[in-house]
């Protein structure tokens, strides 16, 4: 490749097309690592009209950096390592939301990076010797983060169907009340709020929800058990999910839901279910526990 100066500043200091197309290696590496989340902003923007304008960027930005060609000239990339540390909190923060399953900070965290990878390679001013490195140095820093993720999905997968033992329950079973089975799609159902109640020594925080049938009313208590935690927030369950996909301990969860019916008054459903939990739990999350284990 012929290493021909194509910029030079007004101190004689020039880049050779080595330098620049390591410069656009680098800022574009971020495509390649992180393919999967560029693809959900580019389906984004085909999906939504409200985000379309996102197609018109990159030329926009191309045509500013065109008009503005000479300040590149007068001032040749100066790599800023300081911004790799940037790179890195960017790739930490885009490997929580990936462990977390949140799409949107995904999408931000790669955003950041790319423009915290330009800030370190062309510095905070518009010097050749240390472009291979900081090239180098920046596309280490972004790929250890998707490395990870890769590492920890091969480490925790588990081809094997969940199978969920009996658990266990020492109540008599009695005829169904209503054919009610949650589908987790939109439902048809009020949302009270979370409450906690008290099993024996235990405090466990819950949410209730009072739903209507063709058989009469009835209540269903739930919360999620993840990395063996019961959680009723859906932000502090993310967290719990993450925690055990960077521990190596993927991501299993299930949803617990007990339901009673009533008539007049929700407390009878209450009494009954505090005593069903109070007397069964137990068995209920050993039984979560062993099919984890497997």
Not at 171 to 185: Q, V, Y
Not at 224 to 230: A, K, S, Y
């Amino acid at each position: 490749m012929n290493d021909s100066a194509v910029l030079a500043g007004p101190s004689g200091a020039t880049l050779p097309r080595t330098g620049l197309l390591l410069i656009a290696l680098t800022l574009l590496a971020p495509f390649a690592l992180y393919f999967g989340t560029a693809r959900s902003l580019v389906e984004i923007w085909n999906s939504s009209e409200t985000f379309a304008h996102g197609y018109i960027i990159l030329p926009i930005s191309l045509r500013l950096i065109w008009r503005r060609r000479a300040n590149f000239a007068a001032y040749p990339p100066e790599p800023w390592a300081p911004a790799l540390l940037l790179v890195a909190l960017a790739g930490a923060g885009w490997l929580l939301a990936r462990m977390g399953e949140l799409q949107v900070v995904m999408q931000y965290a790669f955003v950041a990076m790319l423009v915290f990878i330009a800030l370190a390679m062309l510095g905070r001013r518009l010097a050749l010797a240390r472009i291979r490195n900081m090239a180098v140095a920046a596309m280490t820093v972004a790929a250890v983060w998707p490395g990870y993720v890769l590492y920890s999905d091969r480490a925790t997968f588990n081809a094997a169907p969940v199978v969920l033992d009996s658990a266990g329950v020492n109540w008599t079973a009695a005829p169904a009340f209503n054919s009610w089975t949650p589908r987790f799609m939109a439902a048809d159902a009020s949302f009270n709020g979370a409450r906690s109640e008290q099993l024996g020594s235990r405090n466990l925080a819950l949410r209730e929800t009072r739903m209507q049938g063709p058989t009469g009313d009835f209540l269903v208590w739930s919360w999620n058990w993840i990395d063996g935690e019961t959680v009723t927030n859906n932000y502090v369950g993310k967290l719990y999910q993450a925690r055990a996909k960077l521990l190596f301990r993927g991501d299993d969860g299930a949803t617990v839901m007990v339901s009673a019916p009533y008539g007049e008054q929700p407390d009878e459903a209450r009494a009954a279910m505090r005593t069903f939990l109070a007397d069964n739990l137990a068995s209920i999350e050993a039984s979560l526990a062993s099919a984890r284990g497997r």
